[in-house]
C-alpha cells in the first residue's frame, strides 16, 4: 500500500509503476504534454524572421494541424496566425518607437516588404506606421463630448473607428496622446457615432456593434477579448483572465492589459477584480465601476 506522502511527491512514471492512473477528467499527463507543445510553438514563431505555416508550427508541437490549431486557439484566444500577426505588429512597433527608420523597422520586424507590412497595418493599426512612431502626424483624430450616466464622456474616432472612449478628459488629453494629429471637433458628421456610443455607455449590459479602432500585442488582445465575453454584471479575477488569455500566471500583466485599455465600456475591463474579490483599480473612478456592474446586473 503506498502511503498519502509516497503519493503527493511520486512522479508520473513511479505512479503508473504503482498501478496508479492519472485522473480522466484532469489528464494532467495530456495537460503538461500541450503546454510544452505550445512553448516549442511559441518559440518557433518568436525566433522566426516570417509568420511559419501552420503545417510547420503542428509539426514542430507534433500535433496534427487540425488538432494543434484547435489546441491553440484554446489556450491562447486567437489563431496561431494571428498570434503571430500581433507578434510581427509589436516588433514593428517597438522599432519604430526605438526612432528607427520606418522601412528598416519593417523588415527588422519580419515582413517581406513595405507592401506585405501596409497591408497588415490597414488592419490592424488603423494609423500609417509613421503617423504610429510620430504622436499622430498625418492622421486626423475627431472627438466630441457627451453627457452620460456615468459623467461627461469623451469619443475620439479615426476614420476606422473609435480610438479613444474616456471621462473626465478633454480636447487637451487628445492632444497630449496625438501631439502630431490632427485633432477635430466632430460636428454633425460624427453626431451618429456619439449618439450609439452614449446609448452603448448608459446601457452597458448590451451588446453594442460600434467600430474600433484599437490595438495591442496578442496577450493585450486575449485578454481584451476575454473582457467581453464576462457575462455583464459579472467579474472575473485579473490571475483568470490571465489564464484564459493563454498566460497563466501572469496576473500582473493582464491587470496591466485592463490598464492600457484606451476604449471605457466598450472593452469592459471593468470587469475585472482583484482575486482577493476587492475591486482593484479603475481609471475613472471604482464609482463608475461599481455604477457599470450595477446597471449590468439589473
Given at each position: 500500500m503506498i502511503s498519502h506522502r509516497a503519493n503527493s511527491s511520486a512522479t508520473g512514471a513511479e505512479a503508473e509503476a504503482a498501478g496508479l492512473r492519472a485522473c480522466l477528467r484532469c489528464r494532467p499527463d495530456e495537460v503538461s504534454r500541450e503546454a510544452a507543445a505550445l512553448e516549442r510553438a511559441l518559440a518557433l514563431i518568436d525566433r522566426a524572421e516570417a509568420p511559419p505555416s501552420l503545417d510547420a508550427l503542428a509539426r514542430r508541437a507534433g500535433y496534427s494541424p487540425h488538432h494543434f490549431h484547435r489546441m491553440f486557439k484554446r489556450a491562447t484566444g486567437v489563431t496561431p496566425a494571428a498570434y503571430a500577426r500581433g507578434k510581427r505588429a509589436r516588433n514593428m512597433t517597438d522599432s519604430l518607437e526605438a526612432e528607427g527608420r520606418v522601412t528598416d523597422a519593417i523588415y527588422d520586424a519580419g515582413y517581406s516588404g513595405p507592401g506585405r507590412f501596409y497591408a497588415d497595418a490597414r488592419d490592424r493599426l488603423g494609423m500609417t506606421p509613421s503617423a504610429w512612431r510620430d504622436g499622430g502626424r498625418g492622421e486626423t483624430i475627431r472627438w466630441a463630448t457627451a453627457e452620460t450616466a456615468l459623467?461627461?464622456?469623451l469619443v475620439a474616432a479615426t476614420g476606422k473607428g473609435i480610438c479613444r472612449l474616456s471621462f473626465d478628459e478633454d480636447e487637451s488629453a487628445l492632444k497630449r496622446r496625438f501631439p502630431n494629429a490632427?485633432?477635430?471637433?466632430?460636428?454633425?458628421?460624427?453626431?451618429d457615432?456619439?449618439?450609439?456610443?452614449?446609448?452603448?455607455?448608459n446601457a452597458p449590459e448590451r451588446p453594442h456593434d460600434l467600430p474600433l479602432d484599437v490595438r495591442g500585442t496578442a496577450f493585450q488582445e486575449a485578454v481584451w477579448r476575454e473582457l467581453?465575453?464576462?457575462p455583464p454584471g459579472q467579474s472575473l479575477s485579473y490571475a483568470a483572465l490571465a489564464a484564459k488569455a493563454g498566460k497563466p500566471g501572469a496576473a500582473r500583466a493582464a491587470g496591466t492589459a485592463c490598464g492600457q485599455n484606451r476604449i471605457a465600456v466598450l472593452i469592459p475591463c471593468h470587469r475585472a477584480r482583484r482575486g482577493d474579490g476587492s475591486p482593484g483599480g479603475y481609471a475613472y473612478g471604482l464609482h463608475r465601476k461599481a455604477a457599470l456592474l450595477e446597471r449590468e446586473a439589473g
Open positions: 459623467g461627461t464622456m490632427r485633432i477635430e471637433r466632430g460636428g454633425a458628421a460624427m453626431a457615432l456619439v449618439e450609439r456610443t452614449v446609448a452603448a455607455v467581453s465575453r464576462i
